[in-house]
């Protein structure tokens, strides 16, 4: 059974479009995130969540917006779409936000922004 | 369905001692391996290996990749406390970047 699951796999779209990237986790954790992946392959963490309530808000912008149902799913709305935005995106969970707690990595969604 | 493995899950040393971590991986369409160090926040990017045989190395840090028999290793000399740290291993495929992680090796040192 797939543990981190997003949909969707891959994302084309306009410039200026709103678009929505889902993330679930079926392994009890409560905590979730969102990263970033740049050309040179390094991870930027995004956001945190822990049982629904944000922990870590890096420096994005805030035309990306965390939404987080309940603590197995974060999903990630992201408004007025920019080329910058082209990426692949992870969403990663882990069992509690202690820096030490393994984090287990979905499997990416690439997004390109035309 | 792919995999990527790694081992063992967690490990424990003590400074001054070399490891070596390992990661094989059954994947379709094979493009790339990669290492990150995980110790806060975001994964540190470490290596990306494509083609066999050829040693990257970083300081204390080496690894190597063998697609022959579809494993990579990291090995860390001389290890520090401050190597300590969840190590994963990454494996593209295809030419849209998709990603597996492994599990990864969580690695103690202990002064």
């Known amino acids: 059974d797939t543990a981190v699951s997003q949909t969707p796999k891959y994302l084309v779209t306009q410039m200026g479009n709103d678009k929505s990237i889902k993330c679930e986790q079926n392994l009890g954790h409560d905590t979730m995130y969102w990263y970033k992946q740049d050309s040179k392959k390094f991870l930027k963490i995004m956001f945190s969540?822990?049982?629904?309530?944000?922990?870590i808000n890096e420096t994005v912008p805030n035309r990306f917006s965390p939404k987080s149902p309940d603590k197995a799913h974060l999903n990630l709305h992201i408004n007025s779409l920019e080329l910058g935005d082209s990426a692949v995106y992870f969403c990663a969970s882990s069992q509690a936000v202690q820096s030490t707690d393994t984090q287990y990595f979905g499997p990416g969604t690439r997004l390109t922004v035309l | 369905e792919d995999k990527v493995v790694q081992s063992p899950l967690s490990l424990v040393v003590h400074e001054g001692d070399t490891v070596t971590l390992n990661c094989s991986y059954e994947?379709?369409?094979?493009?790339?391996l990669l290492w990150y160090k995980q110790e806060k926040k975001a994964p540190t990017f470490l290596f990306m290996l494509?083609?066999?045989?050829i040693e990257k190395k970083s300081g204390r840090l080496s690894s190597i990749l063998d697609k022959k028999e579809l494993f990579s290793i990291l090995n860390i000399t001389a290890t520090q406390t401050g190597d300590s740290a969840v190590y994963l291993c990454?494996?593209?495929?295809?030419?849209?970047?998709?990603?597996?992680f492994g599990a990864g090796t969580r690695l103690t040192v202990k002064p």
């Open positions: 494509t083609s066999s045989g």
């Open positions: 994947v379709t369409n094979f493009r790339s």
């Open positions: 969540y822990n049982n629904k309530e944000l922990i």
């Open positions: 990454a494996v593209e495929k295809g030419n849209n970047n998709d990603m597996r």
